[in-house]
Antibody
Framework: QLQLQESGPGLVKPSETLSLTCTVS??????????WGWIRQPPGKGLEWIGSIYYSGSTYYNPSLKSRVTISVDTSKNQFSLKLSSVTAADTAVYYC????????????WGQGTMVTVSS | QSVLTQPPSASGTPGQRVTISCSGS????????VNWYQQLPGTAPKLLIYRNNQRPSGVPDRFSGSKSGTSASLAISGLQSEDEADYYCAAWDDSLNGVVFGGGTKLTVL
């Protein structure tokens, strides 16, 4: 069955760039039926969509984060990645990667999430 | 401030029926389908309802969703202790050209 796993540094310094990778196993990231997305959740707060990408590289970003976000895909490694630049303490959150199922119009499979703290 | 509005909390006793509301606008709920996610403590969100009222396989029929105009609701009947969780609604927003979530509702089973 399809699984997603986030990886990357758990601690990032203010003003630096947060970089995370989501590895997809048990299925192909190149399937035409799915987009792939990043969602974050600050401690004790709700969910915030960051952006989504198609295997072809087509992207959608949250307008509030668009100037700082880059999402890319590497189909040869079955991975997609998130880069968030100029981070501040407000970017401290659990970051989830998830599959956006076009048939359901919903995020149907989620990674376990990874905590990223922004601190000097 | 979330684009979709949910009550911060809800509660019920075992066996009761509870509903959680989600209010939006013409650019999101009014023109697109609504999804609901359940987040148990310390875990990743799980898809509970998609396309307003459809349940993924494995989701008990105690959970149901509905949509009317620019609002949606999640109903849980026969409330159980294991239903204690945070619930989030979500929809595509045509104006923002992206996914928007509600602020979440913490359900307590008394």
């Amino acid at each position: 069955q399809l699984q997603l796993q986030e990886s990357g540094p758990g601690l990032v310094k203010p003003s630096e760039t947060l970089s995370l990778t989501c590895t997809v196993s048990g299925g192909s990231i190149s399937s035409s039926s799915y987009y792939w997305g990043w969602i974050r959740q600050p401690p004790g707060k709700g969910l915030e969509w960051i952006g989504s990408i198609y295997y072809s590289g087509s992207t959608y970003y949250n307008p509030s984060l668009k100037s700082r976000v880059t999402i890319s895909v590497d189909t040869s490694k079955n991975q997609f990645s998130l880069k968030l630049s100029s981070v501040t303490a407000a970017d401290t959150a659990v970051y989830y990667c998830a599959r956006l199922n076009g048939g359901l119009s919903a995020f149907d499979i989620w990674g376990q999430g990874t905590m990223v703290t922004v601190s000097s | 401030q979330s684009v979709l509005t949910q009550p911060p909390s809800a509660s019920g006793t075992p066996g009761q029926r509870v509903t959680i509301s989600c209010s939006g606008s013409s650019s999101n709920i009014g023109s697109n389908t609504v999804n609901w996610y359940q987040q148990l403590p310390g875990t990743a969100p799980k898809l509970l309802i998609y396309r307003n009222n459809q349940r993924p396989s494995g989701v008990p029929d105690r959970f149901s969703g509905s949509k009317s105009g620019t609002s949606a609701s999640l109903a849980i009947s026969g409330l159980q202790s294991e239903d204690e969780a945070d619930y989030y609604c979500a929809a595509w927003d045509d104006s923002l050209n992206g996914v928007v979530f509600g602020g979440g509702t913490k359900l307590t089973v008394l």
